[in-house]
C-alpha cells in the first residue's frame, strides 16, 4: 500500500471520530491541505528511508497551515519547495483561521527542526534519502478558547478509538518504508511507537521534541539532537 493510499484511508477515518467537551473544533489538515501533503508524500515519500522521525499531531501554525509535518511555512515554501493552495477547514475556530501559506505566525518547533535538516543536510533530497518525518496523529484540536489541546489529554475513550486508527497508520507507514530506526520526536511519539510497532524487530528511540515550551529545547535544541540520535547510532550528515 503507498503512503498516498495509507494517509487517504487515515484521513477518512479520523474524519469520522467525534471529541466533546472541552474540544470544540478539529481540524484535519490531510483532508483540507491535501494537495500540499500528497506533493510531500509523492517528491520526499517514495522511497525507503533509514530513519523515520516521528511527531506528536500537527501544530495550529505548521501542519495546519502547510499539510506537511512541523511545517513551518517559509521553510516548507523555500527550503522544501512546497507551495500549494490551501483550502479553508469545515468548522474553523475564529481565533485560529487557517491561511495557508500567507500566514505569518511562525511554528518554532517547525521551524528548528527543518532548520536542523536544512543545516546538516544542505538539500532537501539529500535528507530524505536518508529521514522522513510523520505525524502520529493527523488532527489538530482546539478549544472555545482556541487553545490547542493534545491527543494525549483526549478522554480515555477518545484516545482508544483515535490511536486504534493512528497506530494501524503507523504500522503501515513504517512497513512501507522499511526504516532501520524510527525516532519519536518527544516522550509521546516514542510512546505510541512502541505500542503500534511491538511486533517489528526496529529499533525505537526518542529525540527531545523541539518546542519552545521546553526550557531545555532552548536551549540548543539542534546539538541535543546530533547527540540523541548519535546515541541511537544514526550517522551524521557529511559536512555540507
Given at each position: 500500500m503507498t503512503l498516498v493510499r495509507i494517509l487517504k484511508r487515515l484521513s477518512r477515518e479520523a474524519d469520522a471520530l467525534s471529541f466533546g467537551a472541552p474540544v470544540t473544533h478539529v481540524y484535519n489538515p490531510i483532508d483540507y491541505a491535501w494537495a500540499a501533503h500528497k506533493q510531500y508524500l509523492d517528491r520526499y515519500g517514495a522511497t525507503g528511508k533509514e530513519v523515520v522521525l516521528l511527531g506528536m499531531n500537527p501544530g495550529p501554525f505548521g501542519m495546519a497551515q502547510t499539510g506537511v509535518p512541523f511545517g513551518e511555512v517559509s521553510l516548507v515554501r523555500d527550503?522544501?519547495?512546497?507551495?500549494?493552495?490551501?483550502?479553508?477547514?469545515?468548522n474553523e475556530h475564529p481565533k485560529r483561521p487557517v491561511l495557508g501559506f500567507d500566514c505569518r505566525r511562525s511554528e518554532v518547533s517547525g521551524q528548528r527542526l527543518w532548520m536542523w535538516a536544512r543545516d546538516r543536510a544542505g538539500t532537501p533530497e539529500n535528507f530524505f534519502k536518508r529521514f522522513f518525518v510523520y505525524n502520529y496523529c493527523p488532527l489538530v484540536f482546539m478549544e472555545a478558547t482556541g487553545?490547542?489541546?493534545?491527543?494525549?489529554?483526549?478522554?480515555?475513550?477518545?484516545?482508544?478509538?483515535?490511536?486504534?486508527?493512528?497506530?494501524?497508520?503507523?504500522?503501515?507507514?513504517?512497513?512501507?518504508?522499511?526504516?532501520?530506526?524510527?525516532?519519536?520526536?518527544?516522550?509521546?511519539?516514542?510512546?505510541?511507537?512502541?505500542?503500534?510497532?511491538?511486533?517489528?524487530?526496529?529499533?525505537?528511540?526518542?529525540?527531545?521534541?523541539?518546542?519552545?515550551?521546553?526550557?531545555?529545547?532552548?536551549?540548543?535544541?539542534?546539538?541535543?539532537?546530533?547527540?540523541?540520535?548519535a546515541a541511537l547510532g544514526i550517522e551524521p550528515f557529511a559536512a555540507v
Open positions: 527550503w522544501l519547495g512546497i507551495d500549494e493552495k490551501i483550502r479553508r477547514p469545515k487553545r490547542n489541546r493534545t491527543p494525549d489529554k483526549l478522554s480515555a475513550d477518545e484516545r482508544e478509538v483515535l490511536y486504534e486508527i493512528c497506530d494501524r497508520a503507523l504500522l503501515a507507514v513504517i512497513t512501507q518504508l522499511a526504516p532501520r530506526f524510527v525516532v519519536g520526536v518527544g516522550a509521546f511519539a516514542e510512546t505510541r511507537a512502541h505500542a503500534a510497532l511491538k511486533r517489528l524487530d526496529l529499533p525505537i528511540g526518542r529525540v527531545l521534541h523541539p518546542s519552545p515550551a521546553s526550557p531545555i529545547a532552548n536551549r540548543g535544541w539542534a546539538a541535543q539532537a546530533d547527540r540523541q540520535l
